[in-house]
């Protein structure tokens, strides 16, 4: 353990951490989520929320203030929930967290999968809610 890393922060997690540059990419992935067929460097996060990832990783982690959403969301399906209530407790997070308003995109749950597999690394969670699914750019400190 380190002063000042939060627990829920593995070894694994902080060396990724610390090896992504500015513009890379990780999602935290609810437990729905397809973590092993989308990625290579896949953490495991079993037992743990999206939510204390997020609040963790914000800590340490930079967002990139360059792009015009440096947060990315999966996108509901039509005939489900329009604006899950997770999500407003991520936007509570992140502009707690943030020095600026963070913008936040939506894509469509293919496109969200699809740009997954680019991600510099995937947290496989236990979340449990529809649409916890979230990207995280990395900015510069």
Wanted: charged letters at 25%.
């Amino acid at each position: 353990m380190l002063k000042g890393i939060p627990p829920i922060i593995s070894p694994e997690l902080i060396k990724v951490l610390m090896e992504m540059g500015h513009g890379d990419e990780i999602v935290l992935a609810d437990g729905n989520f397809p973590v092993a067929s989308h990625s290579s460097r896949l953490i495991n996060g079993h037992g743990h929320r999206v939510e204390a990832f997020l609040n963790a990783i914000l800590e340490l982690f930079p967002l990139d203030t360059y792009v015009p959403f440096p947060v990315v969301l999966m996108d509901t399906v039509e005939g489900d929930e329009k604006n899950p209530a997770i999500w407003k407790d991520y936007e509570e997070i992140l502009n707690k967290k943030s020095d600026f308003y963070v913008q936040i995109e939506k894509l469509e749950r293919m496109d969200f999968y699809e740009r997954s597999k680019s991600a510099y690394a995937i947290i496989a969670t236990s979340e449990r809610a529809l649409y916890a699914n979230i990207i995280l750019k990395k900015g510069v400190l």
